[in-house]
């Protein structure tokens, strides 16, 4: 009966390892941007842009509150979800938190071909996306290393988090 949470950059895996998890815990999966978007009926693109990013960040922090009720899930949050309205305590106190930290390249050479629906990221050619994601990483890294969990390098595996999930059977 866990409550994971993965957090970490954009481009970090989080929803690829929601699904991979799923798979193995037999339990439900969800994204929390696709959440956003469904409750709002806008892209997370359309909600930054005509609602603004505290506006988003209100609804993200709701509507994350809502698996206060679920007894067991993988939720892979958003890039920024840990760093507002106490959403990382919160995290922490509700069930089990990893951090997915890959290389700052790999996240580069991920997210380039497919940053126009990141509004943070769209207007951004490869050497600036490389430096705001090492800004926001110096940021985020205060709320990030709070998690229970952190796994680290390019060459994460299912048996990693096999071992985390193992350790709570
Ligand atoms: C954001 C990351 C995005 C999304 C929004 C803001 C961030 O989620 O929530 O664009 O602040 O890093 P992903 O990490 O799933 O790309």
């Known amino acids: 009966m866990l409550k994971i949470f993965l957090i970490g950059m954009m481009g970090s895996g989080k929803s690829y390892w929601k699904q991979e998890l799923t798979?193995?815990?037999?339990t439900g999966g969800y994204d929390l941007d696709f959440i956003i978007e469904?409750?709002?009926?806008?892209?997370?693109?359309?909600?930054?842009?005509?609602?603004?990013?505290?506006?988003?960040?209100?609804?993200?922090?709701?509507?994350?509150?809502?698996?206060?009720?679920?007894?067991?899930?993988v939720l892979a949050t958003g890039g920024g979800t840990p760093c507002f309205h106490d959403n990382m305590n919160w995290m922490n106190q509700q069930g089990t938190t990893i951090w997915i930290d890959e290389p700052l390249?790999?996240?580069?050479?991920?997210?380039?071909p497919e940053k126009s629906h990141r509004p943070l990221i769209a207007h951004l050619n490869d050497m600036q996306l490389y430096h705001?994601?090492?800004?926001?990483?110096?940021?985020?890294?205060?709320?990030?290393?709070q998690s229970t969990h952190h796994l680290q390098g390019n060459t994460i595996?299912?048996?990693?988090?096999?071992?985390?999930?193992?350790?709570?059977?």
């Open 105 to 112: 390249d790999t996240l580069v050479s991920r997210l380039l």
């Open 38 to 73: 469904a409750e709002e009926e806008k892209t997370i693109a359309e909600i930054f842009e005509e609602n603004g990013e505290p506006y988003f960040r209100k609804s993200e922090a709701k509507l994350l509150r809502w698996f206060g009720e679920k007894k067991a899930f």
């Open 23 to 26: 798979k193995l815990c037999k």
């Open 132 to 145: 705001f994601l090492e800004n926001k990483l110096a940021e985020r890294r205060a709320f990030y290393s």
């Open 157 to 169: 595996q299912l048996k990693a988090f096999k071992k985390i999930i193992n350790s709570y059977a």
